[in-house]
């Protein structure tokens, strides 16, 4: 058996490539004739368009064509409702340039395609727009409230969609309660931000009459069929490939955004290729965001701390349109409960609209809100209990023993009831307490206060439902040339490093190297089963679909070898690229058993001669392809997980606060994690890092601010503070390995592990640093100096004073 | 005037390139992209803050090799390239085997995406090519990629390839003797102009021509860096059709360091400046440290910051608090002004039409000077002050004489704090109950505004809490102790 590449810190296939700037993204793709599109954008959040006069953008030298609403034909429409669902009372989804009305600073109002970006941008200039600017509401408060003024006009009160979920009885939970903790918390809007922004590139081709889009997407099979049922064109002449994306995080999942429709559309009309590459403006005011949500939760509790049930009722703000449907929304509250027992909870929420960017998921996808809610809470109970942080969470935590955790009544993103399949939650907080130094904790206070700051606890724990369904698929075959091993998959990267993992899973059953495993993805022209990545899933959906057609691919592999090599197949082993009788040298390579497979009438090459009718290992006592059976060794399969699968983990850190400037130093931090088995511990602890950075944003730095009238005032990276490097504290990453029961490999998805729980670990250490100065707690996220300075009462001091 | 040249050139992959046609506009960036097609290097913002487009410049050094700084092509003019060596992430690897710093990005697993990726693998080649090799920690790394945004890694791995790669001694076949001679044969030393009087990139190489030049087309953008002035074209689109670039005048970049004076040309650029301005006071350093980025810093001149009249410049109180000087010139006239009466009012200074800065003059602290200097904002590098602040204190015996305060993100503009500095007089340092009145002055003395960056009462009290910082330290206690990620900073050194 060849050594098992399985839990190995393999180095990337795609680096070299990479590290040398020969990736390609969208705007690397050259395109002979390519036309270049940019795009009028409203500037305000609310207002009627009275006229839009087009005509000296039209006249301008070098301009191919200027759109409005009334010159794209059929796709002037509603873009569509992605995850529809019986709760949405409102649902609205924009359309792709806006007709009579302008709902956010931002939204797409004209394009203007030319011969190059330059001259495009100054024609979208000469655009004369009127516009009769409405009155808004902002704040997502003020939009639930009574009296706010509408986003749309026929969605009263602003409410886009309204859902309440039981499991068990939480009425009689609190009814019989010793205790109830209730608190208010909210987080912030953020933004994804990837490095590279949204790209399209689209080309209609006359002769094959293919449509080829190019588009910095995370899931381009389903932009493939969004785009065939939008034109009324064959999804196979239709090809959607991501090459490589340049970080979505989320915001790339969601289609159609305008851009993505207008551009293939320009392309066809024009019978030009057509570039869109989206600035960073553009990324802060036409790309979604998210996060904004206000949550009053309650816990109700025995007087050992034992919560009997929970209340959550949150409003979840969805932007200006809600094309995603209730999904972020969903996540929350069915994520509400963490890791903990708590048997009766009532979960209720109302997704409202706001004049701002729309609302989709950005890595986290609800569960950042969820966690800080129900940790800040847990704490809040501890101290109103008198009880310790650690001993209260202890209490409550599901036992190992207690899997499968079964949540009747709320049902997943997935559409499936919330149940956890494995854990050892307890023994995830004993590992964080030790690595972040617990026993050493007053000595570390008395150090900080010595140098006149204060040190806090900070403490979070999560649990992130992964690797949802419906299915992925896995296509493996080895090239009959060269031997090497051939993978697709239908969703795309995002830079995760799938063709690693990928790899390594088909290179452990076919006994090759990893650096041997072809891995495409992405490419609508080379597998286009599937969905997307997004939601922790790659690795589970795709990576077991890889595992077992791979698997089926060795037994072909084997069956073929015995054959060729006369031997019993229990005594063929693959490794090193070939087929071997065990404890022998007689052997086959892929390259050779791919060849034989392949009854051939050519003889191209010297292991081609074997296959061909006048060898004498070729068989003619039937077909020379035997009835039933296919060439070479090809094998195409899928996994459709039963639910998702449950990861969790428990950070801490150490905060430093120095209460005259209010600023917050993070002197430790610690990530416990357990996502199953890991493939790659090297790629995950880039997950969990890199995910721990985001959480970091969302934790001191990263707000996306609306004035009053809803203009950004901070869409830029000078203001949106995204971490540097020297944000980053020292980050200790303990890994954990509890085995999924529900899947072939055993694995949990990762990608989100590392943000969601950073929020409340960090602001619950600010909390703990600042109790002996009476400050109080920090209920909202993120924190900033200011905010700190206000809970130390220095406002009330300065107005005093 | 007369042009002698209307060609740039630079050296690219060994070879002189000359080049003549370009627009005054022209963004290293795109002719990278767009004419040599090497789209290795990426745009992720065009307002030189994410890094991703980062090059290096090399140019020869004070002594015999070449010298290597990190630049955003994005808001970099091309023209300014004039004379150098560009090197794009293509050019690292050599006979197909990568760059040491290359390499160790692949071991440590520091590229996911790999959009951001060349920009940090060239920020870390100027890192690996450091004047100073000896010795490198956490924080210096930090500091080497504090312009570059990375969404996806965390940096953590970024930080581990780069403390592995520069721990070797450099061998990586750039900055070779063939290097210097394609440099001096790039480096024609004479006064460029490429274009036409209407449209034009001019570098003139002496101040007599830079002023007949400025007095000839008074409306001409002077550009030093291009720091701000690329933003005008990448994000305001302004259109800019006369160049004048600073660059190449060497009274200009010069950097006179007397014995009690420094006289720091206005274009000389903050690279240049940085050990001069740092052996002024350590606290010049640390903010020098956070003032931008090394892409920033390698091209952005004092001058620059100084002369556009940013309110939220960080340079103007340090250098206000020092007493300096400007000298405006105007052809052949020269005026000197006292640095804080050079700012009027938000975005109004006080300079003439075809007048420009040419020099700033800074006395050096004097044994019996106590100088201290805070930057405080939201993220440590690359944030706008919410309050700047910088302490000139006389002190004879204990008692403060005469004390220079200036703050910047407190007004309009950077701006002397009177009332504070009176209130100091004649105070006693070692009786801290009687700093309380100057503390209570920095109310008269400002009136902060409330922004998204900061309220006005933390504005406040924060100004108030570091003079009591300033007072404190001076007064024998450890600056290291007291300075914002000090203590973790001395705590993680080398770690990652």
Known sequence: ?801 | MQAERHAIHIVRRGKVVEISDFAPTETLLDYLRLRERAIGTKEGCAEGDCGACTVALGRPGEGEGTEYRPVNACIHLLGMADGAEVITVEDMARDGELHPIQQSMVEHHASQCGFCTPGFVMALFALYHREAPDGLDRTQVNDAIAGNLCRCTGYKPIVAAALDACADPVFDGFGTDETIMALKEADKGKTLFVGDENRFFAAPVSIDELAALYVLHPDATLVAGATDVGLWITKQMRPIDRVIHLGRIREMTAIEDNPDSLVIGAAATYADAWDALSKLDPDIAEVLRRLGSPQVRAVGTVGGNIANGSPIGDTPPLLIALGAETMLRHGGDIRVLALEDFYLDYGKQDRQPGEFVESFRVEKPGPNTAFRAYKISKRFDQDISAVLAAFALDIHQGIIRSAKIAFGGMAGIPKRARYAEKALKDISLNDPSGWQPAIDALARDFAPMDDHRASAAYRSQVAGGLLKKALTEIAGEDTMATRLTGTREAADVGLT
């Open chain 1, 1 to 801: 058996m060849a050594t098992r590449t399985f839990g190995e810190p393999v180095q990337r296939n795609i680096d070299d490539r990479l590290l040398t700037g020969q990736g390609h993204y969208i705007d690397d793709i050259d395109l002979p004739s390519v036309a270049h599109a940019a795009f009028l954008r409203s500037p305000f959040a609310r207002a009627k368009i009275t006229s839009i006069d087009v005509s000296a953008a039209r006249a301008h030298p070098g301009v191919l064509g200027v759109f409005t609403c009334d010159n794209i034909g059929h796709i002037d429409q509603d873009l569509p409702l992605l995850i529809p669902h019986p709760c949405l009372v409102g649902p609205r989804t924009q359309r792709p340039l806006a007709r009579g009305d302008v709902y956010y600073v931002g939204q797409t109002v004209a394009m203007v395609v030319a011969v190059d970006r330059y001259t495009a941008e100054d024609a979208v200039r000469l655009i004369e727009v009127d516009y009769d600017p409405l009155p808004v509401s902002v704040e997502l408060e003020d939009a639930a409230a009574d009296g706010a003024n509408l986003v749309h006009e026929d969605v009263a009160g602003n409410v886009a969609a309204h859902f309440v979920q039981n499991s068990g009885d939480a009425a009689a939970a609190f009814a019989r309660a010793d205790h109830v903790t209730k608190i208010t918390v909210r987080v912030e809007r953020s933004t994804a931000a990837p490095m590279e922004g949204r790209a399209v590139c689209a080309r209609w081709d006359r002769i094959t009459e293919q449509l080829m889009v190019w588009d910095s997407t995370q899931a381009p099979i389903s932009v493939r069929g969004g785009l065939a049922s939008l034109f009324d064109i064959d999804e196979d002449r239709v090809r959607v490939v991501a090459p490589d994306v340049g970080g979505g995080f989320g915001q790339k999942v969601l289609f159609f955004y305008p851009e993505e429709v207008l551009v293939p559309m320009a392309a066809i009309q024009l019978d030009r290729p057509v570039k869109w590459i989206e600035d960073r403006t553009e990324n802060f005011i036409g790309s979604t965001q998210e996060r904004t949500q206000v949550h009053t939760i309650e816990l109700a509790a025995t007087k050992d701390g034992e919560v009997l049930g929970l209340r959550d009722f949150f409003l979840h703000d969805t932007g200006s349109f809600i094309p995603y449907g209730i999904a972020i929304a969903q996540v929350a509250s069915t994520s509400i409960a963490g890791p903990y027992r708590i048997p009766n909870i009532e979960v209720e929420f109302k997704a409202i609209y706001t004049p701002t960017v729309p609302v989709t998921p950005y890595r986290g996808c609800g569960r950042p809100q969820a966690c800080f809610a129900i940790e800040r809470a847990m704490d809040k109970l501890a101290e109103e209990l008198g009880l310790d942080r650690f001993e209260v969470r202890r209490r409550n935590f599901i036992a190992p023993d207690q899997f499968p955790w079964k949540r009747e009544g709320l049902l997943f993103a997935d559409g499936l009831a919330v149940c956890y399949d494995s854990g050892e939650y307890d023994t995830a907080l004993s590992k964080a307490a030790e690595a972040i130094g617990l026993d050493r904790l007053d000595e570390m206070k008395a150090d900080a206060r010595a140098r006149g700051k204060y040190l806090g606890l900070g403490l979070g724990f999560y649990v992130e439902g992964t690797g949802l369904g419906p299915y992925e698929g896995g296509h493996v075959r080895i090239h009959p040339i060269t031997g090497k091993i051939y993978v697709n998959t239908g969703l795309s990267t995002q830079g995760q490093g799938h063709d690693t993992v990928f790899a390594q899973i088909a290179a452990d059953q076919l006994g090759v190297d990893p650096s041997d495993v072809i891995v495409v993805e992405g490419d609508t022209g080379a597998f286009d089963w599937g969905v997307a990545t997004f939601a922790s899933r790659a690795a589970v959906v795709s990576g077991n679909a890889i595992h077992k057609a791979a698997s089926k691919a060795r037994e072909m592999v084997i069956e073929a070898a015995a054959n060729m090599l006369e031997a019993a197949p229990g005594d063929i082993e693959l490794a090193e690229g070939k087929a071997r009788i065990s404890g022998s040298d007689r052997a086959v390579t892929l390259a050779e058993v791919a060849t034989a497979t392949n009854p051939l009438r050519y003889a191209f090459n010297k292991a081609a001669q074997s296959a061909t009718q006048f060898a004498p290992a070729s068989k003619h006592d039937g077909p020379p392809l035997a009835d039933g059976k296919a060439p070479g060794i090809e094998v195409t399969d899928y996994y459709s997980p039963p639910y998702s699968t449950w990861a969790y983990g428990c950070h801490a850190a150490l905060v430093e606060v120095d209460p005259a400037l209010c600023t917050v130093d993070i002197r430790q931090y610690v990530c416990v994690h357990d996502c199953g088995n890991m493939i790659n511990p090297m790629i995950v602890e880039g997950q969990v890092i890199g995910g721990m950075a985001q959480g970091l944003g969302g934790a001191l730095y990263e707000k996306v601010q609306y004035d009053q009238d809803g203009n950004p005032r901070n869409a830029g990276f000078m203001d949106f503070l995204m971490p540097y490097a020297t944000e980053m504290p020292k980050v200790d990453i303990v890994h954990m390995e509890t085995p999924s029961p529900l899947n072939p490999l055993g694995i949990k998805g990762v990608g989100e592990a590392g943000t969601i729980a950073v929020p409340a670990t960090i602001i619950s250490g600010i909390e703990d640093a600042l109790k002996p100065l009476g400050a109080g707690h920090f209920h909202e996220a993120p924190v900033f100096p200011h905010m700190i300075f206000e809970k130390l009462g220095g406002a009330d001091q300065a107005k005093a004073s």
